[in-house]
């Protein structure tokens, strides 16, 4: 099951005090700056790292871990021509995966015994929960033809890579925002990619829902850009 994945999520800010007052465009502009794993000492696990330059004109930039009503809700409800809930096993309904289905467990008291029920409703994700998207191709062929990594349908139901930078503009007033965005995800990296060459794509979106540009890494494989543990 696709859960919000932020437990694993760190994001270290730094930004640059725009006293002259540059004039940026009001939709996100990022570049990259650096990138590379980790290494955790003592268990095979690492840190992915990536820092990227942003530049943005209106400082509408970060969501609270809080805001999740719309338009930056989880997810949306699938329902029929009737309008009621679609379930799993309805007539029509598509086959059960963890992306387009979740699991509502409820638990009620009945003469003092817990009862857990479970309700397994069909939904549509929603990617504007997320602001920063990270995203990993893989090289089929060798020859460069990369295609996207689904972490869900390819590694049992293991959420998105995407996630969330807090608040930049705490004041929130209209102003330029330039800086640097320091992004960090642990998981077995190592297993996972070792004998595949990839690419990041990476993206970041605005609270008015302004896409910045996408940007890739070179191609790599991830045993050329580990370093020691600190």
Known sequence: MVKNPLWFLFIFLSIIACKDRPEFPSTPVISLNDYYFREIQGISLDSLIIKIRFQDGDGDLGLESFETYPPYHLYDVVKNQSGDTVRHGDPGAPPYDCVNYEILRKETSVNDTLVITAD????????????????????????????????ALERNCAPPYHGRYFVLNTARDIRPLEGELQYSLVSGFRLLFRN????????????????????????????????PPL
Not at 214 to 221: K, L, S, V
């Open 196 to 227: 595949e060459t990839i690419k990041l794509r990476i993206m970041i979106q605005d609270r008015t829902l302004h896409q910045s540009n996408t940007i890739e890494t070179d191609p790599i494989n991830i045993l050329e850009i580990i370093r």
């Open 120 to 151: 397994t409703i069909q939904i549509e994700r929603n990617p504007n929960h997320f602001n920063f998207f990270l995203t990993f191709l893989i090289d089929t062929t060798g020859n460069g033809d990369f295609r996207e990594f689904n972490p």
